[in-house]
């Protein structure tokens, strides 16, 4: 059984770019991670709507300049060190332990993202992941973002399977509403205690953390 894990905000901690430049940010350093975030993915749903479509770094470095001219306490000479940390963020203490477990149990990993192949690439070798994945796929591939069906499709052709086969895992309420409806098994891991949305495409499975994954009967 495939497992398929979203990158940003699941298996890497997309606020450890922010987190390593603390500091230096200064004292609206959380809230600019916030819009950063916030401004990245609306990026990504807002040009899929409109049919255009942009890779995901420049879209990351897109909202970067936007989160810098809201917030202009952060100074812009942070904007190459953020960048670069973006390109090697930490993944979660429990990822790598998660995914080996699971390949240990004779189950297919992989990674199905809005990043870039290089994007992600850098992601996986840096957080020294590669061995525990056997497949990274990008929405690079049908130049659109999630949650559109024609992404979550990259998971069923590359394992050849069919959609109720695969398990999605993803931090994200949303990415995990568009998975559950292509026909996947869907685990949130809901490490924040967000309210419950999407009531119609409920997730098979809700976590606090990654590892609450191993104990699940899916």
Known sequence: MPY????????????AALARHRAAAGPDADRFSEIWRQKQL??????????????????????????F?????????LRGDLLNA?????????????LRELKGRGERTAILSNGSPAMLASAV????????????????????FKPRPEVYALATTRFAVRPHEVVFVSS????????AAAGFRTVWVNRAGLPAEYPDLSPTAVISSLSGLLSLAL
Request: no cysteine; glycine share 6%.
């Open 172 to 179: 994200n309420r949303w990415d995990v509403m568009g998975a």
């Open 4 to 15: 398929v894990f979203d990158a940003y905000g699941t298996l890497f901690d997309f606020n």
């Open 42 to 67: 609306e990026y990504t749903w807002t040009l899929t709507l409109a049919g255009r479509h942009v890779d995901f770094w420049t879209l990351t470095e897109r909202a970067l300049d936007y989160t």
């Open 86 to 98: 973006y390109l090697t963020l930490d993944a979660f203490a429990d990822a790598k332990r998660v």
């Open 125 to 144: 070798q840096a957080a020294g992941l590669e061995s525990d994945l056997d497949a990274v796929l990008s929405v690079e591939a049908v130049g659109m």
């Open 69 to 77: 001219e809201r917030l202009p306490s952060v100074s812009r000479a």
